[in-house]
């Protein structure tokens, strides 16, 4: 593969927490690549999003963040960003589309069908006031266990990463849902060894990388969301009885040969 080039000034703009943009910063980190990982806090300045906003060379044309700048290249919204760092950093110029395709599935299903949702729950008493906090989370989490399941039929167990010998951005955001289950599960993290024993491997494996090991010691964001009550949503979450929550509903356990077949069918052989 040829060395891509990396442009002179690459800022990777978000909030101060972990949010959206924690995978696509992660990669970066690990790749080495020089770039100003650029955190707004929201009002503090006074103003300064609120005239940032206005910029769409600074906030991206949707007004929103993350927002990657890349050289002269303004570009937002976290999947397109994945795809275009998975593109520019690790594909070989001539990948086949299907192998653009596999690498966003796994972005998609970490990152919409499994941070987004963690995020919405911490978020609940602010968007759905009166609604219990432990009530959605009976009818949130199993569901984001059975895809963090089938996420680690797609790329746990192996001796790589998703990316080969060296991570791609896909490999970011299954951790990045790992690190936020862990961090939802807060005392009761233990679990996840039982319940994820191969993603739990592999986090540990991605969290041993000398950028990554780095990262973490130095200023990885603890915060998940920007909501302010979020310390409060964690002490609730920790009364539920996350045991019974980690483990796969009846109607979903797989048999060995049904595994198999999801293991291989991430690749196309199923
Ligand atoms: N669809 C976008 C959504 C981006 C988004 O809504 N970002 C929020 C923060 S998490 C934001 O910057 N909102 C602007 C505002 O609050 O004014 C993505 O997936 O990246």
Not at 53 to 81: C, N, S
Not at 127 to 133: D, E, F, I, R
Not at 202 to 216: S, V
Request: charged share 25%.
């Amino acid at each position: 593969m040829a060395q891509p080039s990396i442009p002179d000034k690459v800022v990777l703009r978000y909030w101060s927490c972990r949010g959206r943009a924690q995978a696509l910063a992660d990669f970066l980190f690990d790749r080495e690549v020089p770039f100003v990982d650029e955190r707004v806090t929201a009002g503090s300045p006074p103003g300064v999003w609120v005239r940032m906003r206005k910029d769409p060379g600074r906030a991206g044309p949707f007004a929103a963040l993350p927002v990657l700048q890349w050289g002269d290249d303004v570009l937002a919204e976290t999947l397109p960003i994945a795809s275009f760092l998975n593109q520019t950093l690790s594909l070989p110029s001539r990948a086949a589309p299907s192998a653009t395709a596999r690498h966003d599935m796994l972005c998609s299903a970490a990152y919409l069908d499994v941070s987004r949702p963690l995020a919405d729950l911490i978020r609940s008493p602010a968007s759905h006031p009166g609604t219990s906090l432990a009530k959605r989370a009976h009818f949130v989490l199993p569901v984001v266990f059975q895809k963090m399941r089938l996420l680690s039929l797609a790329v746990g167990g192996r001796p790589d990463y998703f990316g080969g010998e060296t991570p791609a951005v896909a490999d970011f955001f299954v951790f990045e849902a790992m690190e936020e289950l862990a961090y939802l599960m807060g005392p009761h993290g233990g679990l996840l060894a039982d319940a994820l024993p191969e993603l739990t491997e592999y986090r540990e494996r991605l969290r041993a990388r000398p950028a990554m090991a780095r990262l973490f010691r130095d200023h990885r964001h603890a915060r998940f969301t920007g909501f302010p009550d979020e310390p409060k949503s964690l002490a609730e979450l920790e009364s539920l009885p996350w045991r019974s929550l980690c483990a796969p509903v009846p109607r979903w356990q797989l048999s060995e040969a049904e595994a198999a077949r999801f293991r291989a069918g991430y690749w196309g052989r199923a």
